[in-house]
Every structure is written in structure tokens, then in C-alpha cells.
């Protein structure tokens, strides 16, 4: 796959990474290049995003749970018109499910997005900013359903959470909760993989602070990641391992 890539390529920088291989594409062209590659090729991987393209995210507390998101938009948009608006959601409830009166907004790192700590009022109404913290634990991939990158990053196979097949768990046909369901990820019943005490559910490390206190680091372009022993063997999308005895012998039967 390596040989493949380097001929395509030219001279890639890539490094073993446990279960992955790490990729460091040096321009953004050839990023985009190795991704064709990889998607031509059917050769599943995600793409781990520099901190400085990510996101700024905070949240906004203070406004009435009703307020109309389209409406906290276009006001921000007049309020701070430096800022680039990428995105805005409304926490909810974990337990309730229902809409809570705090406000993420999510900002494109423009060097403008700290403004908007200076936000004291919106919408006629006293208002307090603070930075985002994600949830602890880890961020499971709504398409492929493995863990550490989104969806928007993940260039995997999709795969149900219920039963494995190639479409998103919310087109699943299983409707009913199963008595004994099979996890994808660890081949085990009894659980399903986005249950945290399932062998390969990751453990949970302590979150890091973002905003505007961390230093920016310096621009990079993406690396990503290219599974190499999971379940789904790369160079084949449709081999599918399901034993860790499996994985081990075509891991150690593959060349690199
Ligand atoms: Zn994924
Ligand atoms: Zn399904
Ligand atoms: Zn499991």
C-alpha cells in the first residue's frame, strides 16, 4: 500500500502508529491527492485536523431556550461582523433530552474569534460567554462508529452500530431494542460498541482547556491516519476479521 502510495506520491512521510499508519502529507495538494488515493483505492482512513483549522467553540448563556438559532445568527453577524460564523447548536439535556438555555457557537480561527469574549449583551439581554468543553470521554465516529475523529473527518466504511452493515445507525431496519446484541467493535454480545465498558471502548483521559488561552499552534497541514489491522483490512474493503487471533495474523502476514 506504502509502495502504491509512494509511487502515486512521490516520497511520502509516514510513520507506524500502533494500529494505524500516520501520514504527513507536506502541501495541501498532496493531502488531497493521498485522500483520492485512498478513496480510488478503497483504503479506509480519517484525517486528523491541526488544532489551528478546528473550531473555536464556546458557549453562550444567558438567552430564553426558544430563541430562534437563524436569529442568533444573523444578530451575531451584525454584533461582530470581524467574526466568521460557523455553526450554532443548543445544548441539550443528556438524560431529558430537551433543549437547555445554553447556546454553542462555533467559530472559524480567523484571529478575530476571541471578540467574542467582549459580547456582555445580545439580544437585549445580559449574556455570559464561556469557553466550550466537550464532554469527557471519547468522541465516537457516527459513520464507521470506531472512536478518536468525527465523522466529518472519517473516511472509513460506514457501518451500523447495531448490526454492522454499511449503512448509518439512524437508517438501521432494527427498530426494537435486541436482548442480546453483538458489538461491532469487539465481536462480543451482550453490549453494543458505544458501551464505555466494552473492552475497546477507549479509556478516558483528562480533558485539555481549549480557547483562548492555549497557544495557536504554528499552521500545518493535516496528517491522517490509515487503519492497518483493524476489522476492515485495508487494500481489501471487504475482508472482514472478526477475531483478535485474526487481526494479529494478517497484521503480521501483511507487508508494508
Ligand atoms: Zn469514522
Ligand atoms: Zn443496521
Ligand atoms: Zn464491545
Redesign the pocket.
Given at each position: 500500500m506504502l509502495k502504491n502510495l509512494n509511487n502515486k506520491c512521490g516520497k511520502v512521510n509516514a510513520v507506524l502508529a500502533n494500529e494505524y499508519i500516520k501520514v504527513y502529507p507536506e502541501t495541501a495538494e498532496e493531502h488531497r491527492d493521498m485522500q483520492k488515493f485512498c478513496r480510488e483505492e478503497k483504503i479506509e482512513f480519517y484525517v486528523i485536523r491541526p488544532l489551528s483549522e478546528r473550531p473555536f467553540k464556546i458557549v453562550m448563556k444567558g438567552l430564553h431556550r426558544d430563541t430562534d438559532i437563524e436569529e442568533i445568527k444573523s444578530e451575531l453577524a451584525i454584533a461582530l461582523p470581524e467574526i466568521e460564523i460557523l455553526k450554532v447548536g443548543q445544548l441539550k439535556n443528556v438524560r431529558t433530552k430537551s433543549p437547555m438555555d445554553i447556546f454553542m457557537i462555533e467559530l472559524k480561527k480567523n484571529g478575530h474569534e476571541n471578540k467574542i469574549f467582549e459580547l456582555t449583551h445580545f439580544m437585549f439581554l445580559k449574556i455570559k460567554i464561556q469557553n466550550y468543553r466537550k464532554p469527557p470521554g471519547a468522541t465516537q465516529c457516527w459513520n464507521c462508529n470506531m472512536f478518536n475523529h468525527s465523522s466529518a473527518n472519517c473516511g472509513f466504511q460506514t457501518r451500523c452500530l447495531k448490526c454492522g452493515e454499511d449503512h448509518r445507525t439512524n437508517q438501521c431496519p432494527i427498530t426494537t431494542p435486541q436482548e442480546n446484541p453483538k458489538?461491532i467493535?469487539?465481536?462480543?454480545t451482550g453490549?453494543?460498541?458505544s458501551?464505555r465498558g466494552?473492552?475497546?471502548?477507549p479509556k478516558i483521559k483528562p480533558t485539555k482547556g481549549q480557547g483562548c488561552k492555549l497557544p495557536q499552534s504554528a499552521k500545518r497541514i493535516p496528517s491522517f491516519s490509515i487503519q492497518e489491522t483493524g476489522k476492515y483490512i485495508l487494500l481489501n474493503a471487504n475482508t472482514k476479521v472478526n477475531t483478535p487471533a485474526g487481526r494479529t495474523q494478517l497484521a503480521s502476514g501483511k507487508r508494508i
Open positions: 458489538c467493535n469487539c465481536g462480543a453490549h453494543i460498541a458501551w466494552c473492552p475497546l471502548f
